[in-house]
């Protein structure tokens, strides 16, 4: 079973082989958000962890047990327990201001340069080794004695073994990406205490079995396997691909454009094109671009009361005529009180025509994503040398028809979209390495190649 948690719901997926084919049921959903607390935006884990249960409970209740579980969820947010295990203040989430000037403060510890050369993370002021900044200057740090990754406590709480999974902890910019394990030179130039950091294991680690407490909240007994706790570590081997070169968008909250790679390119040029080396399944490294993604249609949806379904926006934005574009991943479309707003006023700033209605604004949005993957292709094509003949949209985002063909009409390149539940199947997929019902990741791909049917777009 996968658990696979978004910023905005969550849901339970059991897999199974049936006749060579994985067949994957969604048993459970729940909603998952942001909440704020004391002045933060923050994460609640004591409702997320009893929404975990309940699907699990919902499981056995279709006697349904599963023989095991592992949750995967967003990337860099993390707890702190104390000597008694005990979590410390809030879960903050990476949205919220407390990181503001954290940077200048982590880079006066180690320069920008050295910390990309080790790490092979830029400047994203969400990563966790400037959460932690904010976190050591309002001395609740010296308080800790556990750091875990927010997929690494859920997982704790299942079986009672802390470790950290080897993906998720490559989204903190404090793992060495050559070495693959946590990097002492620059947790000791943060002055962070480095025995608060845990064993790193990779996907496919079984951290036991439920604990005693769990079988019988739940109603059954599971092994608690990790997949590649980061979502998009995840949804990268679901790619329905046997071929070495693959281009990929998960496409989610966040739009993650990348390749797999044998190892990090951790270079200048790397750096000053905002390129990431981040953890995948069997120690790759995934060489990749965060964009803003669909965040900004969720954020427009939600302002419009949910009036509007993401068909029905994608519908409207192909009927309007309006050829404004902004930069998706200016930093003023991150958290803005109002995405609408900021939308107007950025092509109001640029000179271009402001959108009126909502098929306009969604339609700036979709062409705008659309500008900034046909940017990062060509970005990413240069550095690794590599031309790639098609583009895998994977995640929710592959539903998204109109955006597709956007991106294949802006790129030039064929687009295969599919599967939309990419990481709950990759999640499943590490489950089923360790158990032995594949032999490696390329058998796994062959499988989901032919269980799911990719939708291809071509350029118009």
Known sequence: MAVDIGASSGRHILGHIESGKLICEEVYRFPNGMVEKDGTLCWDLDTLFEEILLGMKRCAELGKAP????IDTWGVDFVLLDENNRILGNTVAYRDSRTVNMDEAVYQCMPERELYARS????QMFNTIFQLMAVKKSGLLKQAKTLLLVPDYLHYLLSGAAKTEYSIAST????NAAAREWDDEIINACGYPRDIFQEIVP???CLGSLTPDIRKRVGFGAKVVVPAAHDTGSAVLAVPSVQEDILFISSGTWSVMGAEQSSPDCSAESMARDFANEGGYGYRTIYLKNIMGLWMIQSVKKELDDAYNFKALCDMAEKADIP?????????????ESMMNELKKACEESGQPIPQNPGELAAVIY????????????ELEQLTDIEYPAIHVIGGGANAGYLNELTARYTGKTVCAGPSEATAIGNVLAQMIYDGQFADVCAARSCVKDSFVAIPCFSK
Do not use: E, H, Q
């Open 67 to 70: 023989v095991s579980v592992g």
């Open 120 to 123: 092979g993370i830029p400047r």
């Open 172 to 175: 903190t910019g404090l793992l």
């Open 203 to 205: 996907p496919g680690t």
């Open 324 to 336: 404004s574009i902004v930069d998706c991943n200016d930093n003023r479309f991150f958290a803005p």
């Open 367 to 378: 062409n705008s994503l659309a500008m900034c993957y046909s940017r990062a292709v060509k």
